[in-house]
Structures are given as structure tokens and as C-alpha cells.
């Protein structure tokens, strides 16, 4: 007969399918949730820099090749930690490094918060 593993046989008390005891099911969709509310405002920010080229020429007073510049760094800068990224996805897992990505891009500008015009 073959061995079937039971929960008390798993040290860090797993499920032999993965999930853990207890688990209610909102995880996945909150994980879900959060990864497709971090993308779509980092992708909107970076596909952003079309729209908002002139006016951050304009704001900054540096010239065109300056302002292009600062976006080539981020886009480079992306592809090189796309493979850092893979493997932190494959050593964690897409679950808890979306919520820490998430946390960390929110608590991210809140230094530059502090530097906003008051309104008159």
C-alpha cells in the first residue's frame, strides 16, 4: 500500500496539495488583485513618459536629451533587474513578492510627499 502523506507528516504543517490548514480562499484573489493594481500603475507611469515628455522638458529646464536620457536609465535599468526579479519569483513565489513589491512602490514616494506646493 502506498504511503499517503498526512498533515502531521509535513514539518511546516502543509497540505500535501500546498495549501496551508485553515486557508479561507480570499488569498488568491487578493494576491491577484494586488499584482494587477501594482502593474497597471507602473506600467502607466512608464508608458506615461510619451504624453508627459514636453512638460517634463519644460518643468525641469534641462534640454530634450537630458529628460530622454532619465527615461533610457529607468527602461535599461528595468531590463538588467528583470533576471534578479525572475529569480526572486522563483525562489519566493509570485504570491508574496507582489505584496511586497506593492508595499514597497506605496511607502516609495511618500519622502517627495513632503516637497508638494501647498495650495493657495
Do not use: C
Amino acid at each position: 500500500m502506498p504511503h499517503t502523506m498526512r498533515l502531521a507528516d509535513d514539518p511546516r504543517g502543509r497540505r500535501p496539495d500546498g495549501g496551508r490548514p485553515g486557508a479561507t480562499g480570499i488569498g488568491p484573489g487578493l494576491s491577484l488583485g494586488v499584482a494587477a493594481l501594482t502593474l497597471a500603475v507602473q506600467n502607466g507611469a512608464l508608458l506615461a513618459f510619451g504624453v508627459l515628455y514636453l512638460p517634463l522638458v519644460r518643468e525641469f529646464g534641462e534640454g530634450r536629451g537630458m529628460v530622454a536620457a532619465v527615461q533610457s536609465a529607468v527602461l535599461l535599468l528595468t531590463g538588467l533587474g528583470a533576471p534578479l526579479v525572475g529569480a526572486a519569483l522563483d525562489r519566493w513565489g509570485p504570491r508574496r513578492l507582489f505584496q511586497v513589491g506593492a508595499a514597497v512602490a506605496a511607502v516609495g514616494p511618500t519622502p517627495s510627499w513632503r516637497e508638494l506646493p501647498k495650495a493657495a
